[in-house]
């Protein structure tokens, strides 16, 4: 029982940081941390304290998400899955973006992605996003395409995440359109676009796309 409300308050958390609203996805992120889920409460707790720190950033307070990094390194240095470290470098990495450090940042981050598995346990969507942003964010748009078309190609590795999975067409868009490729730019918004057309009205995301797609139409 306190697994699944524990995941439940997690995925909350998640889509409230995702949908503009880290002061809820905060809110979620410590009642599920103080759930004992039993054997999986060590994995479950790591987890959530990544989302927490994401929650902060969401926030604007920087110096808390370390905070909260700090205490998933050591939680995560407590117990025997090391490469679990990977959480850590995610948080810090997205850290360090949004205090502009870009390689510090991508050093991070590009260390987070070489430890996820390969196979049936494939690339993470959500390392990989936030290494595009960074590589985005530096000037890099072709290492940042890369990624974000990894994204699109990936099958379980998008499991839980269709959100970072379609955003990635919308960004891809972006960056073709950004490299005069418009015929791409025009099918990765088009692609986008219908992933996500029983949207909530009003999307910025969503109406971006939709202006776009029109101005590349016109010739823009």
């Known amino acids: 029982m306190g697994e699944a409300e524990e995941a439940e308050r997690y995925y909350l958390a998640y889509f409230s940081l995702k949908a503009g609203r880290p002061e809820i996805a905060l809110d979620q992120c410590r009642k599920a941390y103080a759930i004992d889920s039993g054997q999986a409460d060590f994995e479950n707790k790591r987890l959530t304290l990544r989302l927490q720190g994401f929650a902060y950033l969401g ?13 998933l390194k050591a939680l995560i240095e407590k117990g025997l899955n090391k490469k679990a470290i990977r959480l850590y470098d995610h948080l810090m990495g997205a ?4 205090r502009k450090n870009f390689p510090l940042a991508i050093e991070y981050l590009e260390r987070a992605e070489r430890s996820l598995p390969y196979g049936r346990y494939e690339k ?14 530096s000037g890099d748009s072709e290492k940042a395409r890369e990624k974000y078309e990894h994204i699109t190609a990936l099958t379980a590795g998008r499991l839980y995440y269709g959100d970072i999975y379609a955003r990635a067409f919308n960004m891809l868009g972006q960056i073709n359109a950004k490299q005069g490729d418009k015929v791409k730019a025009r099918e990765n918004y088009t692609k986008f676009l219908d992933l996500w057309k029983d949207a909530d009205p009003g999307r910025p995301e969503v109406e971006d796309a939709r202006k776009r797609l029109a101005g590349l139409s016109k010739g823009e």
Not at 59 to 65: M, P
Not at 95 to 98: A, K, Q
């Open 59 to 71: 926030l604007r307070r920087v110096e808390e998400a370390e905070k909260t990094a700090a205490e």
């Open 95 to 98: 850290i360090e973006l949004e």
């Open 124 to 137: 993470d969507a959500w390392f990989l996003d936030t290494l595009a942003l960074a590589y985005l964010r």
